[in-house]
């Protein structure tokens, strides 16, 4: 056996850069390279061998968690065919990458994590950083990663990579399992040598498959969508992911199934598809949910079933209502009881379509779908139409980003008021143009995804919309995107705090406690005082961004234009109100307990239209 003498790092870099994927025939490189930020617990092993190896880039971020969003935000616009992987140091710097990480599991986004680990030799022990238990010296902040990640391992003798490597890199291209996955590599077994077989190092290539589903099942699915007579499609993200767009679109058009769609699924139709009635659930259109309400069979496809979609479990109540549900994952496709075709959304879409050629819903039916479709695009019409007043809305400033940008480009959001407004209102023309990640719902996600998927598609403007708070959270990566040239928009939509936590808050009888940026009180005791001297628009110059200020829509308008002419980041600045120009529609609900007993009259009275609410909910046998 021929071999090769390498560090366990160097070994690592050598296998990653020669695994692709394909998928269609399509092939590409599977990692576009390696984010992170040295310390002592990486810089000598994984340092050292990206230093030599510079055909595996390594790009500084400046934040660990911010490495593991840009890496998912890369992944999710490359319909998860290829990512990045991520090095840390040990202790802060691998614990860093917990909260992105899981957000990669839960919305089903591969990424490869590598933080260094406690020495494996142990004789140093306790090394800087480290957590010592007087149970184990078995245990670092490391096990924290387990229940975020798929696949987890720990590497203590060098040729545990051999069989190691392939599984982390069939769990990364399992299209059913992907999510995070950590290969944590002790200090010291980073920089040891060992003569690994040559083959290790050939080229790879993982074919992503297309399962098809199981057959009897496809016949009963066939029955039960047949027999019913108000059927509703959930086009959830795995549309998206499986490029299942043009098949759906086929599929509605012969049959006219409507289609309401989750924050990972819009875009799966065109906005002004007359079989779209839009967003689903709690954030959802007016025709979604009386669809959702009535129907006696809702066929989704790609989704999780998120609270979001379900409204909480309160938005399908028609008694006799049937699931079918197309997902790649078996556990999704067997939620609320469903008749689970498990298999790759375009596939088995193409067996439905042959299946269900002669099946057709109800012309009045499919009609109104049509009007709902037409209707709430006036709706959106009047909530994007500036009013002049002293400071705009929302929905005003989304009205003017989403008026201003080609029909290519990407908006792209996380956390805060925007993703619900986002998910209401946005006119969608391309299925990767609306980039929500709304799984985790991830302050800090705006501005690091956004690197991310400006890097996988450097063709498209990216216009990322951010919250004050998650702007405060972690504006850290516009320094990487200015670093790399990679130019993103930032709207920073200021209305000086947590305005959604803080609407939420009025729903539960709380009036918004905590919620606003103010000095805190001398005699209230409380964050009621005067509000405080920020100035987001100084803090995103003094990192290097171009920044505009505008003041209302006519200058966020010309701040449009001037900002695409930009190459670097650019950061446009608006004030707005706080308050929704735009309400939760039909029977939009989200579950979020109130005080059962409470002094506060307002908890009270919350709690008696909560307790109306939670009637609603209900199991699916
Ligand atoms: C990391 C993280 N912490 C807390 C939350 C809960 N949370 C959701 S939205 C929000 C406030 C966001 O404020 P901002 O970005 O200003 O948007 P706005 O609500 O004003 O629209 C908070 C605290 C979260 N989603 N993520
Ligand atoms: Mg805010």
Same mark, same amino acid.
């Given at each position: ?7 366990? +790092?160097?070994? /690592? ?47 500084? !971020? ?22 990045? %992987? ?12 917990? @909260?992105? %990480?899981?957000?990669? /599991?839960?919305?089903?986004? =591969? ?74 590599? =002790?200090?010291?077994?980073? +920089? ?38 108000? =059927? ?19 599929? !509605? ?6 289609? +309401? ?38 066929? &989704? ?9 379900? %409204?909480?479990?309160? +938005? ?22 469903g008749l689970a075709l498990t298999g790759d959304a375009r596939v088995v879409l193409e067996e439905l379509l042959d299946a269900l050629a002669d099946y057709r819903v109800g012309e009045a039916y499919r009609k109104k779908a049509e009007e709902f479709n037409r209707s709430w695009d006036e709706k959106v019409e009047r909530a994007y139409r500036p009013e002049g007043q002293e400071l705009p809305s929302q929905s005003e400033v989304l009205g003017a980003v989403n008026g201003f940008m080609d029909a290519r480009d990407v908006v792209l959001c996380a956390s805060g008021s925007a993703p619900g407004d986002l998910h209401k209102l946005w006119r969608t023309s391309d299925s990767k143009g609306f980039h929500l990640e709304y799984g985790y719902s991830c302050m800090g996600y705006e501005i690091s995804g956004g690197l991310g998927a400006k890097m996988a598609c450097p063709d498209r403007e990216i ?16 320094? @990487? ?25 009025? @729903?539960?009888? &709380? ?22 001297? !920020? ?11 171009? !920044? ?74």
């Amino acid at each position: 056996m021929s071999t090769k003498r390498l560090t366990v +790092a160097q070994a /690592t870099l050598e296998y990653l850069k020669k695994q692709f994927s394909e998928r269609d025939g399509k092939e590409q490189a599977f990692f576009a390279g390696c984010f992170g930020i040295f310390g002592h617990g990486n810089l000598a092993g994984f340092g050292q061998a990206l230093q030599q190896t510079p055909d595996f880039r390594y790009y500084l !971020v400046r934040n660990e968690q911010a490495a593991v969003h840009t890496a998912v935000g890369y992944a999710k616009m490359k319909n998860r065919l290829a990512t990045f %992987a991520c090095t840390s140091s040990i202790g802060p710097g691998a614990t860093n990458m917990i @909260t992105a %990480a899981a957000g990669a /599991t839960i919305n089903r986004i =591969p990424v490869l994590l590598m933080p260094g680990d406690l020495f494996a030799r142990r004789q140093v022990a306790p090394v800087l950083q480290q957590l010592e238990s007087a149970v184990s010296q078995d245990i670092s902040v490391n096990d924290c990663f387990k229940p975020v990640s798929r696949y987890w391992d720990r590497i203590n003798r060098p040729e545990q990579l051999i069989t190691a490597l392939p599984e982390v890199m069939r769990v990364l291209t399992s299209p059913a399992d992907a999510g995070a996955v950590t290969l944590c590599i =002790p200090q010291d077994v980073q +920089a040891e040598a060992y003569d690994f077989p040559e083959e290790m190092f050939e080229k790879r290539i993982w074919h992503i498959p297309r399962p098809r589903p199981d057959l009897d099942a496809l016949q009963r699915a066939v029955a039960l969508i047949r027999s019913s007579r108000k =059927p509703l499609i959930i086009a959830g993200g795995g549309v998206i992911y499986s490029e299942a767009e043009e098949v759906l679109r086929e599929l !509605v058009k012969r049959t006219g199934i409507p289609v +309401a769609e989750t924050f990972a699924g819009k875009g799966s139709l065109p906005y002004d598809d007359p079989h779209n009635l839009g967003a689903a659930g709690a954030t959802g259109t007016e025709g979604a949910n009386a669809f959702s309400r009535a129907a006696d069979l809702v066929m &989704g496809i790609g989704t999780r079933y998120s609270d979001f979609t379900t %409204a909480s479990k309160t +938005a399908f109540q028609n008694k006799s209502v049937k699931f079918v549900n197309i997902n790649i994952t078996e556990f999704d496709a067997h939620k609320h009881s469903g008749l689970a075709l498990t298999g790759d959304a375009r596939v088995v879409l193409e067996e439905l379509l042959d299946a269900l050629a002669d099946y057709r819903v109800g012309e009045a039916y499919r009609k109104k779908a049509e009007e709902f479709n037409r209707s709430w695009d006036e709706k959106v019409e009047r909530a994007y139409r500036p009013e002049g007043q002293e400071l705009p809305s929302q929905s005003e400033v989304l009205g003017a980003v989403n008026g201003f940008m080609d029909a290519r480009d990407v908006v792209l959001c996380a956390s805060g008021s925007a993703p619900g407004d986002l998910h209401k209102l946005w006119r969608t023309s391309d299925s990767k143009g609306f980039h929500l990640e709304y799984g985790y719902s991830c302050m800090g996600y705006e501005i690091s995804g956004g690197l991310g998927a400006k890097m996988a598609c450097p063709d498209r403007e990216i216009y990322v919309i951010l919250g004050d708070g998650g702007y405060l959270m972690m504006p850290s990566e516009i320094i @990487t995107s200015l670093q790399e040239g990679y130019k993103i928009t930032i709207i920073l939509i200021d209305n000086k705090g947590f305005a959604s936590i803080g609407g939420l808050s009025k @729903t539960i009888g &709380g009036e918004g406690f905590g919620t606003r940026y103010a000095y805190r009180d001398r005699n209230s005791g409380q964050l009621d005082g005067e509000a405080l001297p !920020v100035d987001l628009a100084k803090n995103a110059e003094s990192l290097g961004a171009r !920044v505009f200020r505008a003041s209302d829509i006519g200058s966020l308008n010309e701040a449009l234009k001037e900002a695409r002419k930009e190459e670097r980041t650019t950061v446009i600045h608006i004030e707005t109100v706080s308050e929704r120009k735009m309400a939760g529609y039909g029977y939009a609900w989200w579950d979020v307990p109130v005080a059962e007993v409470s002094r506060s009259e307002t908890v009270q009275k919350a709690r008696e239209e909560y307790e109306k609410h939670k009637k609603e909910q209900r199991y699916f046998f």
